[in-house]
């Protein structure tokens, strides 16, 4: 069978396709030899960007007439746009084209380094701290951590897909919390819905869908709306962000102080009020100029067997052969293992323990991620464990009734013994 009519019947196999991932059986070439644990470390990759609000303390000498808040917000949403062009654009190959990721094992890791190329040093060391918290559906956890600027970004996500008649479509369960504690600043962040396009030509890739949200402790939020090519203008990853006093004045679109549009993997621009105004409007960002941090990684020969590229490594190296019968067998090797493990944990009555990270139940009184409820609470977004982004009362709202989310431990993580950055 040549590559067309391999893709044709894949696309045919996939078109009532609902659900979790990890059961969708995709042909070898477009395996991708990562596992989708490693894809959070892109939150993690425009470090410097992620730093800068810390350096946002008073009116540099200058007089401003914009809230010192307002310009962190802003410095927030520079790195959001850094992130999600690294997360969902430019971390694909030249094609930007996108394969099906290894779907990751519980209990996985990948811990890493974020270099800090600056001459005087200044950002310090940054961590990264990947687990895979929850195997099915899969619920990936992760940390960007910098000690030296007190700064934290912590979150979950878990990927549910179904098939529309031409595109592949995700939904995004989790957020994550970004804690600036120098500056006693903390955001809430949802993860937007997003798309596959290109999926009959052969060539899939990312496009943003609806809306997400940043929620300042400092009350300021931003509302995200995304559209693909030809809705708010001809390009690919078309953006619209207004920004607000306080979700009371998102709730009419006339209240917003700024509106930032352009690309999101690209060059956008600022203008005052509620429009996107092109003669007012003031260049914002460029996305593909962001500098991205590189990431260290230790030797495989030095990883323990649960960090993601040790365990993944035969399997990985029968992708890039190619060679289809030895990707199975060796996928099913992990498989089988797997279950054995659950088998026996069943038998004794016990569950994996998470290595650092603890499930917060908002439900609980006496729970301790109260800065983190109280920027949903703030923002009106559900607390309930439904798509990332829903508001407080929506109807989505009532398929759940837990309300429970992953938290960075640090005191677990650094009295860890066997697995280091
Ligand atoms: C949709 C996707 C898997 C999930 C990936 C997520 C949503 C994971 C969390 C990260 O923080 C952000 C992120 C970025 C990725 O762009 C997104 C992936 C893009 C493609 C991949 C599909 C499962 C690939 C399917 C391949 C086709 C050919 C069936």
Redesign the pocket.
């Given at each position: 069978m040549n590559y067309a009519s391999t893709w044709a019947s894949f696309i045919a196999s996939?078109a009532s396709y609902n659900g979790d991932?990890s059961s969708?059986t995709?042909p070898p070439f477009?395996l991708s030899p990562k596992s989708?644990l490693e894809?959070?470390q892109?939150w993690g990759t425009n470090t410097e960007l992620l730093l800068a609000p810390n350096t946002i303390k008073d009116d540099d000498g200058k007089k401003r007439k914009s809230s010192i808040h307002l310009r962190r917000l802003l410095a927030v949403i520079k790195w959001y746009l850094a992130t999600i062009n690294s997360?969902?654009a430019s971390r694909t190959d030249s094609k930007h084209s996108?394969?099906?990721?290894l779907n990751p094992f519980l209990g996985e890791v990948f811990v890493a380094k974020f270099a800090d190329d600056t001459q005087d040093h200044r950002l310090g060391e940054t961590k990264l701290v990947l687990e895979q918290v929850q195997h099915h559906p899969p619920i990936s956890a992760y940390a960007v951590w910098n000690e030296k600027q007190n700064t934290l970004l912590e979150g979950y996500?878990g990927?549910r897909?179904f098939m529309s008649a031409t595109s592949?479509n995700?939904r995004?369960h989790g957020h994550a919390l970004l804690h600036y504690r120098n500056l006693g600043e903390d955001y809430l962040i949802t993860l937007p819905p997003?798309h596959?396009e290109g999926?009959i030509k052969g060539s899939?890739t990312?496009e943003l869908d609806q809306k997400s949200y940043i929620q300042s402790s400092s009350k300021y939020c931003a509302v995200f709306e995304y559209s693909g090519r030809g809705y708010f203008s001809g390009k690919s990853n078309s953006f619209k962000c207004r920004i607000y006093r306080n979700h009371e004045e998102s709730l009419n679109k006339y209240n917003a102080l700024y509106t930032i549009f352009g690309q999101w993997s690209g060059v956008c621009f600022i203008s005052k009020g509620s429009e996107a105004d092109s003669e007012k409007r003031k260049r914002f960002f460029d996305s593909s100029k962001a500098v991205a941090q590189k990431l260290i990684v230790k030797p495989i020969s030095e990883q323990h067997e649960l960090e993601s590229r040790r365990a993944w490594k035969k399997v990985a190296d029968s992708i890039v052969q190619g060679d289809y019968k030895l990707i199975t067998k060796e996928k099913s090797q992990i498989e089988n293992e797997q279950r054995e493990l659950r088998k026996k944990e069943e038998a004794k009555g016990v569950t994996w323990t998470r290595r650092w990270y603890d499930e917060i139940d908002y439900s609980a009184k006496d729970h301790t991620d109260k800065a983190g409820m109280k920027l949903f609470k703030m923002a009106h977004l559900s607390m309930k464990n439904v798509p990332s982004g829903i508001l407080e009362g929506s109807s989505k709202e009532k398929s759940s009734k837990t309300m429970k989310h992953w938290r960075f431990n640090l005191e677990k993580f650094n009295a860890e013994k066997d697995i280091k950055c």
């Amino acid at each position: 069978m040549n590559y067309a009519s391999t893709w044709a019947s894949f696309i045919a196999s996939i078109a009532s396709y609902n659900g979790d991932l990890s059961s969708l059986t995709a042909p070898p070439f477009i395996l991708s030899p990562k596992s989708l644990l490693e894809y959070s470390q892109y939150w993690g990759t425009n470090t410097e960007l992620l730093l800068a609000p810390n350096t946002i303390k008073d009116d540099d000498g200058k007089k401003r007439k914009s809230s010192i808040h307002l310009r962190r917000l802003l410095a927030v949403i520079k790195w959001y746009l850094a992130t999600i062009n690294s997360q969902y654009a430019s971390r694909t190959d030249s094609k930007h084209s996108e394969k099906k990721p290894l779907n990751p094992f519980l209990g996985e890791v990948f811990v890493a380094k974020f270099a800090d190329d600056t001459q005087d040093h200044r950002l310090g060391e940054t961590k990264l701290v990947l687990e895979q918290v929850q195997h099915h559906p899969p619920i990936s956890a992760y940390a960007v951590w910098n000690e030296k600027q007190n700064t934290l970004l912590e979150g979950y996500s878990g990927v549910r897909a179904f098939m529309s008649a031409t595109s592949l479509n995700v939904r995004q369960h989790g957020h994550a919390l970004l804690h600036y504690r120098n500056l006693g600043e903390d955001y809430l962040i949802t993860l937007p819905p997003l798309h596959l396009e290109g999926l009959i030509k052969g060539s899939p890739t990312v496009e943003l869908d609806q809306k997400s949200y940043i929620q300042s402790s400092s009350k300021y939020c931003a509302v995200f709306e995304y559209s693909g090519r030809g809705y708010f203008s001809g390009k690919s990853n078309s953006f619209k962000c207004r920004i607000y006093r306080n979700h009371e004045e998102s709730l009419n679109k006339y209240n917003a102080l700024y509106t930032i549009f352009g690309q999101w993997s690209g060059v956008c621009f600022i203008s005052k009020g509620s429009e996107a105004d092109s003669e007012k409007r003031k260049r914002f960002f460029d996305s593909s100029k962001a500098v991205a941090q590189k990431l260290i990684v230790k030797p495989i020969s030095e990883q323990h067997e649960l960090e993601s590229r040790r365990a993944w490594k035969k399997v990985a190296d029968s992708i890039v052969q190619g060679d289809y019968k030895l990707i199975t067998k060796e996928k099913s090797q992990i498989e089988n293992e797997q279950r054995e493990l659950r088998k026996k944990e069943e038998a004794k009555g016990v569950t994996w323990t998470r290595r650092w990270y603890d499930e917060i139940d908002y439900s609980a009184k006496d729970h301790t991620d109260k800065a983190g409820m109280k920027l949903f609470k703030m923002a009106h977004l559900s607390m309930k464990n439904v798509p990332s982004g829903i508001l407080e009362g929506s109807s989505k709202e009532k398929s759940s009734k837990t309300m429970k989310h992953w938290r960075f431990n640090l005191e677990k993580f650094n009295a860890e013994k066997d697995i280091k950055c």
